[in-house]
């Protein structure tokens, strides 16, 4: 989700430079609803099942271009007619018809794959800021919450990168006293995570397993988003709601929030960045565990200020 959500601030910056240019996205179909409405893209391809893709075999592209580098994206690149383009460090490159330089690794995700679409003739120097537009029409209403409110995230997909429930509960308490609503949320499977918040809490509105257009309106409506390094973090970026990053593992020189106010709250490690799926150096992942509930009440109130 936050792979396809980062994509489209080069995407942005590709339609504005080329706006005659027919964009296709090919994407997992759980995450499609991300470049849904989004006015840069034209089409929006997804396959439940890896078969559905040899509707390629009767598709022809003036260019295809592999930003993912793995083998099933690469069947993807070669099942479509067309020259195929990837990066330098990519498994099998003999097999495209060009390569474009290796991505920085040091500068943020966003830059690093515009620095791509630069290559390929953009012009602009600065990405844009990430686009969300959702599928308006198809839209629920979540829920009616008292305004003003911030929204809070607890979950993540890797333990290394997962606030404490019982700190996102003292948290929510500290934006209580300020005089917000706080509105708990998760994904599908997600739900004893939010669920160990909510029990620490006399009062809370808890929205489980939105689609990603009603968790992007909630979030848009928020005061505050407050989250781990996950997918919802940069939908709320693409929303343009102020962010506070609770970081643990990974690098946040490349994942951090793009193109909003945010503060990013992490403290330093000799270790860090990681993989992730396992903390190498302790039995439970420091990185994370060192983070305050009063830094993120300082963050928290920092962002609010200016709002």
């Known amino acids: 989700m936050g792979d396809c959500l980062l994509l489209t601030s080069p995407l942005r910056g590709l339609k504005e430079e080329f706006p ?37 075999l009767t598709r022809r592209f003036e260019l295809i271009v592999n930003l993912h580098g793995g083998p099933t994206s690469l069947l993807y690149s070669l099942l479509a007619r067309g020259p195929q383009i990837g990066f330098q460090q990519f498994q099998y490159r003999w097999l495209y018809s060009g390569l474009l ?15 791509a679409f630069r290559w390929l003739g953009v012009r602009r120097s600065v990405p844009p800021g990430l686009r969300f537009e959702g599928d308006q029409k198809d839209a629920n209403r979540t829920s009616e919450v008292r305004k003003p409110y911030a929204v809070l995230h607890p979950a993540a997909l890797m333990e290394t990168k997962r606030w404490e429930a019982s700190r996102f509960a003292e948290l929510a308490r500290a934006l209580q006293t300020l005089g917000l609503t706080t509105v708990l949320t998760c994904g599908p499977g997600e739900e004893s995570t939010v669920n160990a918040v909510a029990e620490e809490l006399n009062v809370c509105e808890v929205v489980t397993g939105p689609s990603i257009t009603d968790l992007a309106r909630l979030i848009r409506g928020a005061q505050l988003y407050v989250g781990n390094d ?78």
């Open 20 to 56: 005659g240019f027919q964009i296709t996205v090919l994407v997992e179909s759980r995450f499609a609803e991300c470049f849904a409405g989004n006015p840069d893209v034209d089409e929006v391809l997804s396959f439940r099942r890896k078969t559905e893709a040899l509707q390629l």
């Open 101 to 115: 330089p290796a991505p920085d690794a040091s500068v943020h995700s966003v830059e690093a794959t515009f620095a």
């Open 230 to 307: 996950s997918g919802p973090m940069h939908l709320a970026a693409a929303v343009g709601t102020p962010i506070v990053a609770l970081w643990g593992s990974s690098d946040s020189r490349r994942w951090h929030p793009w193109g909003v106010n945010n503060v990013v709250v992490q403290n330093p490690f000799e270790c860090n960045p990681c993989a992730g799926y396992r903390c190498l150096v302790a039995p439970t992942p420091l990185c994370i565990e060192s983070v305050t509930v009063d830094q993120a009440v300082v963050a928290a109130k920092k962002l609010l200020a200016k709002s």
